[in-house]
DNA sequence: CGCGCCTGGTTGAACCCTCAAGCTTCGAGT
DNA sequence: ACTCGAAGCTTGAGGGTTCAACCAGGCGCG
C-alpha cells in the first residue's frame, strides 16, 4: 500500500476551480434560462441538439450521448419537454427497438427565441473571462479531459469518412 | 435589439467540452464515492472542507462560500451528515444567529478514509490526462472564469494581511 | 429605546436525477 | 426455427436540490 500523490500547488488550483466552475455555471444558466422560458439548461441543450441535427429528430440513445446524459434521464426529461408541445416520440420504422425524439414547430420556436440570450449568458459567464488564446487553450485542454472521461465522446468524432 | 454573437469554432468547442466535462466528471466522481462509502462529491467536499479548517468547524455560511453552494442546499445535507455522525451544529457564542459545523471525530476519520482514494480518482479521471504546462494553464484560466462568476469567491482570497 | 432592515439559518413542498428492475426487439449461433 | 444474450428504452421509488416562506438575532438610526 503506498501513499497516495497529494496534489501540488497547480493541481489543487486548477481542481478547486474546477470544481467551483462546475457548481456556479449551471447554477447561473439554468437562472437566466428558468427565467426565460421556465427550463433548465439540461432541456435547453436536448432542444439545441435537436435543433442542429438532420431532419430535426435523434434516437433517443445518440441524443443522450449528446448531452452526455443516461438514457433514463434523457426519458424522464423527454417527456416532460413532450408534454409541452416541444417535442415528440417516434417509432423508427427500421429497428422497432429504437424510438426517435422530433423537435416539434412549437418547440423549434421556443428554441429559437431563447438562443440569443443564452448565447449571451453563456458569453457574459465564461468567454468573455477569457482572451482568445485562452479560449483556443481551453479547447484543447477541454478536450484532452473529455476524452479521458469518454473516449468515444461524440464531440470527438471526425466527420471524416471512414477508410474504404 | 442587434443580432446575438454566435460562438467560433474554438469558443463552441471550448464551451461544449466544459459542458460535458461538468456532466461526466461529477457523475464519475459520485459513482467512486459513493461506492467507497455512500457519499456525494458534495458530501466529500463538506466534509474536505471542514477538515482542513482551524478547529475543523466553520460557520454556516463560511462553509457553504467554500463549497459553492447555497446556505438551503448546506443546511439539508448538514442534517443528514449529522444523522451519520459525522458533524454536528453549535451555537456560536458571539453571535447568535450564527451556527457553526464542526467535524467529528468519526467524521475526521471517515474523510481520512475515503482521501487516497479519492484524489486517485481525480488524478485518473482528470489530471492524469495533462501536462504539467496544461494544469498550470488550466489553474490560470479556471480562476479567471471563476473570478467572473463570484468576484468574491473564497478561492481568491489572497491570505496576506490587510494593510494598517 | 423602538423601529425597520439586514444577516444567518431552517424548513417543507415541488421538482429533478439516479438506480434497479423490467419489457420488447434484434441478432448470432446452432 | 429456437434460444440466449445484448441493445434500446421506459418506469417507479428513493433521495437530492431548489425555491419561497419564514424566524430570530443583530445593527443602524431617529
Given at each position: 500500500?503506498?501513499?497516495?500523490?497529494?496534489?501540488?500547488?497547480?493541481?489543487?488550483?486548477?481542481?478547486?476551480?474546477?470544481?467551483?466552475?462546475?457548481?456556479?455555471?449551471?447554477?447561473?444558466?439554468?437562472?437566466?434560462?428558468?427565467?426565460?422560458?421556465?427550463?433548465?439548461?439540461?432541456?435547453?441543450?436536448?432542444?439545441?441538439?435537436?435543433?442542429?441535427?438532420?431532419?430535426?429528430?435523434?434516437?433517443?440513445?445518440?441524443?443522450?450521448?449528446?448531452?452526455?446524459?443516461?438514457?433514463?434521464?434523457?426519458s424522464h426529461v423527454v417527456t416532460k419537454l413532450q408534454n409541452r408541445g416541444w417535442l415528440?416520440?417516434?417509432?423508427?420504422?427500421?429497428?422497432?427497438?429504437?424510438?426517435?425524439?422530433?423537435?416539434?414547430?412549437?418547440?423549434?420556436?421556443?428554441?429559437?427565441?431563447?438562443?440569443?440570450?443564452?448565447?449571451?449568458?453563456?458569453?457574459?459567464?465564461?468567454?468573455?473571462?477569457?482572451d482568445p488564446d485562452d479560449v483556443a487553450a481551453l479547447a484543447r485542454i477541454g478536450e484532452?479531459?473529455?476524452?479521458?472521461?469518454?473516449?468515444?465522446?461524440?464531440?470527438?468524432?471526425?466527420?471524416?469518412?471512414?477508410?474504404?
Amino acid at each position: 500500500m503506498t501513499e497516495p500523490r497529494w496534489l501540488n500547488a497547480d493541481e489543487r488550483r486548477a481542481w478547486l476551480a474546477q470544481l467551483s466552475i462546475n457548481t456556479l455555471l449551471p447554477a447561473a444558466l439554468d437562472t437566466q434560462l428558468h427565467a426565460a422560458g421556465k427550463l433548465s439548461l439540461f432541456d435547453y441543450n436536448v432542444l439545441a441538439m435537436l435543433s442542429e441535427a438532420e431532419g430535426r429528430y435523434l434516437p433517443m440513445s445518440e441524443l443522450a450521448a449528446r448531452t452526455s446524459a443516461s438514457l433514463s434521464r434523457l426519458s424522464h426529461v423527454v417527456t416532460k419537454l413532450q408534454n409541452r408541445g416541444w417535442l415528440e416520440r417516434r417509432p423508427h420504422p427500421g429497428d422497432a427497438r429504437v424510438t426517435t425524439a422530433h423537435l416539434t414547430d412549437a418547440g423549434m420556436a421556443t428554441i429559437a427565441g431563447l438562443a440569443p440570450g443564452h448565447v449571451e449568458a453563456v458569453r457574459s459567464l465564461f468567454l468573455d473571462a477569457l482572451d482568445p488564446d485562452d479560449v483556443a487553450a481551453l479547447a484543447r485542454i477541454g478536450e484532452k479531459i473529455v476524452s479521458r472521461l469518454d473516449t468515444d465522446h461524440w464531440i470527438l468524432r471526425d466527420n471524416t469518412l471512414p477508410p474504404a
